[in-house]
């Protein structure tokens, strides 16, 4: 990299927006090499039982390098102290609100996304849960335009990775968290100096990454076990799937899938107790839990959950 370029670089005023854990990396990668004049996130709130307030990641992060941090309730309606700060580009990853036409329009350089799926696919909040409960093989990075719609602006860049059979939410969340950073990196310079063909996203092969609701959590053992098995690993490092057990909220955090069938039984039946879980029927054979946690309980091995219980032929709801 050229001085001038270096220079352009340090003197470019951007402001980063996003909140959770994700867009960490994103942004430590920007203070290293821009001048991120302020952060916006979400407002703090109340976390646990004992109403303790909570900072989000990206909070912490603009304190621990000193950098101004605004958190706008209603982003619609308090976003003239971001443009008061003249930015020339401003950069969002996970932040949680829609942005306004306002605030779109001002930069120099435009808004510009950090989005974990490969758009079209799965806009919305819970795109790499979703690439999981779905059964994604695939899914990536995709740096984008904003506009006034959600995640539907032109791309600029995408990165594809692999996802692995046996992949879990907070393996592919850290994976594609990194895989942004250095993606954003890789390709500001060519938006800054204008050398980027963005194109227009095909409405037609749209799909919607939903946030996720408690209905998503409810695990269905009328359902598949591979539907099942995905619900569970999208959710393992997140909320967490959950079923009920003698009036009490299970936890599913880990699972395998079995080649046993059992036509004699009901769905949600515990069919057995093996070395590393429980077996459970469903529509279509047998899953198998292999870590759990009771409400009220830490996580467990789920062999350890059954122990000196007589638990085979309950009903998990």
């Known amino acids: 990299m050229d001085i001038e370029n270096v220079e352009v670089e340090k003197e470019l005023r951007v402001v980063f927006m996003g909140t959770p854990k994700f867009s960490v990396p994103v942004l430590e990668k920007l203070i290293v090499n821009y001048n991120v004049v302020a952060i916006v996130t979400q407002p703090d709130k109340q976390v646990g039982r004992g109403g303790k ?14 950098i101004l941090c605004l958190q706008p309730r209603k982003i619609k309606e308090e976003y003239e102290e971001i443009i008061a700060l ?5 950069i969002t990853c996970a932040y949680g609100q829609i942005i306004p036409k306002e605030l779109l329009d001002y930069p120099k350089y435009s808004c510009i996304n950090v989005h974990a799926s490969l758009l079209p696919k799965l806009r919305g909040g819970a795109p790499i849960q979703r690439a999981l409960m779905n059964g994604f093989t695939k899914t990536g990075i995709t740096i984008m335009f904003m506009d006034v719609k959600m995640d539907s602006g ?9 996802i692995a059979p046996d992949e879990s939410y907070k393996s592919l969340h850290d994976r594609l968290s990194v895989l942004g950073s250095e993606l954003l990196i890789r390709t500001l310079p060519s938006i800054i ?17 939903f946030n996720i609701t408690k209905e998503d959590e409810k695990i269905d053992f009328s359902k598949s076990k591979t539907d099942i098995y995905n619900q569970i690993r999208g959710l393992d490092g997140f ?10 909220r299970l936890k599913v955090w880990e699972s395998r899938l079995s080649d046993n069938h059992y036509s004699n039984l009901i769905d949600g039946e515990i069919t057995n ?10 529509s279509d054979g047998e899953i198998i839990l292999t870590t759990v946690q009771l409400e009220g309980k830490n996580k467990m091995p789920a062999r350890d959950f059954a122990n000196g219980k007589d638990i085979v032929g309950k009903v998990l709801e």
């Open 86 to 90: 003249d930015p020339d580009i401003i």
């Open 239 to 248: 909320s967490g799937a959950y079923c009920i057990f003698q009036g009490k």
């Open 193 to 209: 100096s204008g050398d980027i063909k963005p194109y227009k996203q095909n409405e037609d092969e749209v799909t919607y990454g």
């Open 53 to 66: 307030i909570g900072i989000s990641p990206i909070k912490k992060v603009a304190m621990d390098h000193n």
């Open 273 to 282: 107790i093996y070395k590393d879980g429980i077996g459970v029927k469903v």
């Open 154 to 162: 032109a791309i600029i860049e995408s990165e594809e990775i692999e």
